[in-house]
Each structure stands twice: as structure tokens, then as C-alpha cells.
């Protein structure tokens, strides 16, 4: 799964957009504090590829994060299909 901010990926094509994605991850919400804010994104990232795979998708383009709510950090982005060019 390739998940990046960039709104094109070097070397491929975005062939279908399936939509916005999001992830706050609420499941991790209990130990989130004991984490740090690397591994709460990374964990975060890889929900959002899962959310991106449920739709078909193969990558999440245009990734932003929103962490002015310390409470429930969110990531955003586009679920995409890519090709090889």
C-alpha cells in the first residue's frame, strides 16, 4: 500500500479515485497517551491503507494531517488505484 502526501507518485498513474478516506483511530484511543505521536501515526497510516483497500484502492494520495485536536488527531486523503506508467 503506498500512502503518501503527494497528489502523484513518480512512475505511476492514478487510473480510478475511490473516494475520500479518513482515520482517527479511536481503537487505540485507550493507550494512546502512552504511545508517542510517531507510532500513533504510524499506526494511523496503516489505517488509513486499510480503509483505502476496503474500497479497492491501492495506494492514499494527498495525505494531510489534522492535529490541532490532541484528542483525536485525524489523517485524510484520497483512495486511488495506480498503475504502472
Known amino acids: 500500500m503506498i500512502t503518501t502526501t503527494l497528489s502523484t507518485y513518480p512512475g505511476k498513474k492514478i487510473v480510478k479515485d475511490l473516494g475520500i478516506v479518513f482515520a482517527y483511530d479511536d481503537a487505540v484511543r485507550g493507550y494512546r497517551f502512552a504511545m ?10 496503516k489505517c488509513l491503507g486499510e480503509k483505502a483497500k476496503e474500497k479497492g484502492g491501492n495506494a492514499v494520495m494527498g495525505i494531510c494531517f489534522d492535529l490541532r485536536d490532541s484528542i483525536k488527531p485525524m489523517l485524510m486523503g484520497t483512495a486511488v488505484i495506480l498503475e504502472d506508467e
Open 36 to 45: 508517542n505521536m510517531e507510532k500513533y501515526l504510524e499506526h494511523a497510516l
